[in-house]
C-alpha cells in the first residue's frame, strides 16, 4: 500500500508514536526535496515549454516563426543593450 502513495503522503494506520513521527519527517523531507530541488524544477519545466512549442509548431508553423524571430530580436537587442553599456 506504501508504495502506492507518494513519497509526500504520510500512510494512516500508524500507531506507534515513534513510526507516526518518523513517517511524518519523512514525508515532510520528501516535501522540502521536491520544492527545493531547483535543476529538476527547471528540468522538467523546460520540457513542458519544449513539448508546447513543438505542439505549436505542428499545428501553427507561422505562429511559431514569428515566435522565433521576435524573440530572436529581444535576445539580440539585450546584448546589444548590455554591449553598449559596458563600451561607455
Not at 519523512?26 to 523546460?46: T, V
Given at each position: 500500500m506504501s508504495s502506492e502513495l507518494p513519497d509526500t503522503v504520510v500512510p494512516s494506520g500508524i500507531s506507534d508514536p515513534v513510526q507516526l513521527a518518523r513517517a511524518e519527517l519523512k514525508a515532510a523531507l520528501a516535501a522540502i526535496e521536491i520544492k527545493a530541488n531547483y535543476p529538476r524544477r527547471i528540468k522538467e519545466?523546460?520540457?513542458?515549454?519544449a513539448a508546447k512549442a513543438r505542439t505549436i509548431a505542428e499545428k501553427k508553423p507561422v505562429v511559431a516563426l514569428t515566435g522565433i524571430v521576435v524573440g530572436s530580436a529581444a535576445v539580440g537587442s539585450a546584448v546589444w543593450g548590455i554591449a553598449r553599456a559596458i563600451s561607455r
Amino acid at each position: 500500500m506504501s508504495s502506492e502513495l507518494p513519497d509526500t503522503v504520510v500512510p494512516s494506520g500508524i500507531s506507534d508514536p515513534v513510526q507516526l513521527a518518523r513517517a511524518e519527517l519523512k514525508a515532510a523531507l520528501a516535501a522540502i526535496e521536491i520544492k527545493a530541488n531547483y535543476p529538476r524544477r527547471i528540468k522538467e519545466a523546460s520540457g513542458r515549454i519544449a513539448a508546447k512549442a513543438r505542439t505549436i509548431a505542428e499545428k501553427k508553423p507561422v505562429v511559431a516563426l514569428t515566435g522565433i524571430v521576435v524573440g530572436s530580436a529581444a535576445v539580440g537587442s539585450a546584448v546589444w543593450g548590455i554591449a553598449r553599456a559596458i563600451s561607455r
